[in-house]
């Protein structure tokens, strides 16, 4: 049996990321070498189509190409989604149905802010990996953060931080800012 630590299947995840820009992800400690990575992905496809479509799209791409050179470890990849429609109970109830019943070793996904952290709490009470692709809030990593959650952008106030400094080099005297 081959074994698999967080950190080894990250810096795996790291290379699929930059090799295919899209979003790394992790597995739990043992896997046999047969069996394949199997992420369960969550997201508002009919609430978001304009952001979410191009998003699949570009993840299955990847995918292919990912596991046409060998997968992972030598382990391919396998993605089941599900539509959560842009409402947490959904996705909840659909993150528990990918555990259950599919067998996921990692969850991932969640645009929308209060489905990010309706995920990352499935995650923590499941201690599982949820990889949070895109909600923004700074909740999701601080004040209601936890050890499964791994986010991949940065959080608003990470975003606000940077647009500052530079907003400091131009030449206007007053500033708006609107945030969540």
Do not use: C, H
Not at 121 to 130: G, I, M, P
Not at 136 to 153: M, Q, S
Not at 156 to 176: F, G, H, I, N
């Amino acid at each position: 049996m081959t074994t698999l630590d967080r950190r080894g299947f990250l810096a795996g995840a790291s290379t699929f990321a930059a090799a295919s820009t899209l979003a790394a992800f992790g597995a739990p400690s043992i896997l046999r070498a047969e069996d394949a990575i199997k992420i369960g992905e969550v997201n508002s496809y009919t609430a978001q189509p304009a952001f979410l479509k191009p998003y699949r799209q570009g993840w299955e791409l990847a995918l292919e190409k990912v596991n046409a050179a060998g997968g992972i470890n030598g382990r391919k990849i396998e993605t089941v989604f599900r539509d959560d429609g842009g409402k947490p109970e959904d996705a909840v109830r659909y993150a528990g149905d990918l555990i259950e019943a599919e067998k996921v070793d990692v969850l991932a996904g969640g645009f929308l802010s209060n489905i990010g952290l309706a995920l990352a709490d499935v995650a923590n009470q499941r201690k599982r990996l949820y990889v949070a692709s895109e909600p923004l809030t700074d909740a999701l990593v601080w004040g209601k953060g936890n050890r499964y959650t791994f986010r991949l952008r940065p959080s608003t106030y990470m975003q606000a931080a940077m647009l500052v400094e530079e907003a400091a080099k131009l030449p206007a005297k007053r500033w708006a800012l609107v945030a969540p």
